[in-house]
C-alpha cells in the first residue's frame, strides 16, 4: 500500500501546438526521468492558484493515462502538483 | 476553447436562474439620490505580502511570518505579517530585531516587490471583469464601481453582494488570496466595509444598517482621521463617527478647519467623488504626475563629497530618465537630507531653464547639498533623495535663455535619449558617469528599476 506524504511543485516538459487563435493545447508532458505522457484530453483549462504547493496560472484539467490530472501553465513554464508517495517512484 | 463555467459563482448561478429570486433583488431604494443608489465596492488583499509569501511557500502557512526589508542595507523593518504573527502583537513598521524579541521562532522573509505587482495585477484583471472603473489605492486595494453591470447580476444593491461574493471566490480559486471587501455606494463607506470584517470577509453597508455599524465606529476608523484628529475630536467629545457626523458643522471647522467639513460628508455617507476611470495598463501612474523623485537610504552612512556627489547622481539619473519617459521637464529641484542621526530636511532650487537632462537636475541637486552641508569627511549622511517638480510638458514652448548655448543642449538632449535606447535595450548600468563608481555596493543599485510607487493619497486633485 502506497502511502500520500505530499505533493511538491514539479515543472515539467510540455509539448504543446498553438492554434491560429493562439489558443495552446498540450499534447504530452515529459517526465524528468524521460518517461512521456500523451494528454488524450483537456477537459477544461481556467485561471486558478495551485493551492496545495503554490503557484498560479491557466490550469488544465487533463486526462492522462485516463487518470484526470491537473497541469499548470505559470507563463513561461509548466508545472504539475507531483505527488510524493513514502515509499514509491515520481507518479503525476 | 476549453469548456469553461459561465459562472465562477455557483451559490449566484442558481439565484439568477430562480425566477423569484430575480424580481426579488429589484432595486430596493428606487427615492434614494442617484449618487446613493451607486454601488461601489473597496476590496482589500489581506496581509497582502505576507499572505503572497505564504502562498508561495506552503510550508510557511502555519507559522508566524513577516514580509521585511533587506537588514544589511539597512532598511530592516516588518512590511508586513501574516495572521499569526498579528497574534505575537507585531506590529507593521518595527525593526526586525524587535518583532524577533516578541517572536523567537519567527519567519522573516525578504520582500519580492516585483511578484507582489505581478499579484495585484493578477487581482485587478480579475476586478476588470466587472467594471471599467477601477481605481487602485495602493497595491493591494481598489475601489470598483459596478453601477453599470448591476443589471446583469439581477439589479439593485443586492448585485453588490454578489459581484463582491464572486470576487472573493475568484480571488481564493485563481490567486490564492484571500480578500476582504466592503460594498456600499459611496467610496468611504466601501472603504470602511473593507476594513470591517478581516480577513475574507463582505460587509454590505446600506443606507438601512449604515448608523448601526458605522456611526457606531471609533471615529478613528473614518478614512482621513489619523491620531491627531482623533485627539482633536476628542477633545471636543466627539468618539465615534455617528459623533461626527451630527457634530455642528460650525464646531467641526472651528477644530479642524477645511477638513473638518469634509470628514462630515464622509461621515454622513455623502461622499459623491467618483471612481475613476484609469488605464489599465498603466495602472498605479495613470494620475497627473506632480512630481518625480528618488531617495535612498545608502548602505553605508555617506562620508566626504565623492561619496555624496555619487548618490546624488545615481539618484538623479533615475528622476531625469523617469521625466524623459514621462515626456515632461522640471522647473524646480528638491534635495533630501537625511543626517547619520536621522535629523532631516529639504531644500529646493529653481533650474534656469526646465530640463530632462540628467547633468543640470544632478548639478542642482549637488548644488543644494553643497550650499547647506559641510562636506568634509565629520559630517555623515544616511539616506539622500532627489525631486524634480513644477512640470511642464517637453513640447511645450519655452523661454529660452540669451547666455545658455541652446545647440549644445539639444545636442544634449539628443544624447540623453539615445543612452536611453541603450539602457532599454542592455539595462540601466550598460553607461554609467564616472562619479557614479566610487562606491561599488552603491554603484550596483538600479535605482530607476527599484523604484516603486507608493499609494496616492485620496484627496489628489
Redesign the interface.
Known amino acids: 500500500m502506497k502511502g500520500t506524504n505530499h505533493r511538491q511543485k514539479s515543472y515539467v516538459e510540455v509539448i504543446t501546438r498553438t492554434d491560429c487563435e493562439g489558443i495552446v493545447h498540450p499534447l504530452e508532458v515529459i517526465w524528468d526521468d524521460g518517461r512521456h505522457f500523451e494528454i488524450s484530453r483537456v477537459l477544461e483549462c481556467r485561471q486558478a492558484a495551485a493551492l496545495k504547493v503554490g503557484g498560479r496560472g491557466l490550469r488544465y484539467l487533463v486526462d492522462v493515462c485516463g487518470k484526470e490530472t491537473y497541469l499548470f501553465f505559470e507563463d513561461p513554464r509548466w508545472f504539475v502538483e507531483e505527488i510524493i508517495y513514502s515509499n514509491a517512484a515520481h507518479t503525476l | ?5 459561465l459562472f465562477q459563482n455557483k451559490a449566484l448561478q442558481d439565484q439568477l436562474t430562480e425566477p423569484a429570486a430575480q424580481h426579488e433583488c429589484k432595486v430596493n431604494h428606487p427615492a434614494l439620490p442617484s449618487f446613493q443608489q451607486r454601488i461601489i465596492l473597496h476590496v482589500d488583499l489581506n496581509c497582502f505580502y505576507a499572505q503572497a509569501e505564504c ?4 510550508e510557511l502557512r502555519d507559522k508566524p511570518v513577516v514580509v521585511g526589508g533587506d537588514e544589511e542595507a539597512r532598511h530592516g523593518i516588518v512590511l508586513a505579517k501574516n495572521m499569526i504573527a498579528k497574534g505575537f502583537g507585531i506590529k507593521t513598521g518595527e525593526a526586525l530585531w524587535q518583532a524577533r524579541q516578541k517572536c523567537p521562532g519567527l519567519v522573516s522573509v525578504r520582500a519580492d516587490y516585483r511578484h507582489y505587482q505581478r499579484i495585484a495585477q ?1 487581482a485587478r484583471a480579475i476586478y476588470y471583469d466587472y467594471s471599467d472603473r477601477v481605481e487602485p489605492f495602493g497595491l493591494d486595494e481598489c475601489w470598483i464601481d459596478v453601477t453599470g453591470s448591476a443589471e446583469l447580476f439581477g439589479g439593485g444593491q443586492r448585485a453588490g453582494r454578489f459581484i463582491a461574493e464572486e470576487i472573493s471566490e475568484r480571488s ?6 484571500s480578500v476582504s471587501v466592503g460594498v456600499s455606494w459611496n467610496k468611504v463607506f466601501a472603504k470602511f466595509g473593507s476594513d470591517y470584517k478581516k480577513p475574507d470577509g463582505i460587509t454590505h453597508i446600506t443606507p438601512d444598517n449604515y448608523q448601526d455599524l458605522v456611526w457606531a465606529a471609533p471615529a478613528s476608523e473614518l478614512l482621513y482621521i489619523g491620531p491627531a484628529t482623533t485627539r482633536k475630536l476628542a477633545d471636543a467629545g466627539i468618539f465615534s463617527i455617528g459623533d461626527v457626523a451630527g457634530a455642528s458643522a460650525k464646531l467641526m471647522r472651528g477644530k479642524l478647519g477645511k477638513i473638518g467639513a469634509m470628514l462630515q460628508v464622509f461621515a454622513r455617507g455623502e461622499d459623491a467623488s467618483l471612481v475613476r476611470v484609469m488605464d489599465q495598463d498603466k495602472r498605479d501612474v495613470s494620475y497627473g504626475i506632480k512630481s518625480i523623485g528618488n531617495s535612498m537610504t545608502a548602505p553605508h552612512d555617506l562620508r566626504g563629497e565623492a561619496d555624496v556627489k555619487a548618490l546624488v547622481y545615481l539618484l538623479s539619473e533615475s528622476v531625469a530618465q523617469r521625466l524623459r519617459e514621462s515626456r515632461l521637464k522640471a522647473q524646480t529641484i528638491t534635495a533630501y537630507i537625511r543626517h547619520a542621526d536621522l535629523h532631516s530636511y529639504h531644500r529646493q532650487k529653481q533650474l534656469l531653464l526646465p530640463s530632462f537632462l540628467t547633468g543640470e537636475i544632478a548639478a542642482a541637486a549637488y548644488d543644494i547639498v553643497c550650499e547647506n552641508e559641510d562636506l568634509s569627511r565629520e559630517t555623515s549622511f544616511r539616506s539622500l533623495g532627489v525631486r524634480a517638480s513644477n512640470l511642464i510638458s517637453m513640447w511645450d514652448p519655452t523661454q529660452t535663455n540669451l547666455f545658455v548655448a541652446e545647440p549644445a543642449r539639444i545636442a544634449y538632449e539628443d544624447l540623453e535619449f539615445s543612452i536611453d535606447d541603450l539602457r532599454r535595450r542592455y539595462g540601466n548600468k550598460v553607461v554609467m558617469r564616472g562619479c557614479e563608481l566610487h562606491s561599488s555596493r552603491m554603484s550596483r543599485k538600479d535605482i530607476k528599476a527599484d523604484n516603486t510607487i507608493h499609494p496616492v493619497g485620496f484627496l489628489r486633485s
Not at chain 2, 1 to 5: A, C, D, E, G, T
Not at chain 2, 55 to 58: E, L, N, S, Y
Not at chain 2, 172 to 177: D, P
Open positions: 476553447m476549453y469548456p469553461r463555467p502562498f508561495r511557500r506552503p493578477a481564493k480559486s485563481e490567486l490564492g488570496m
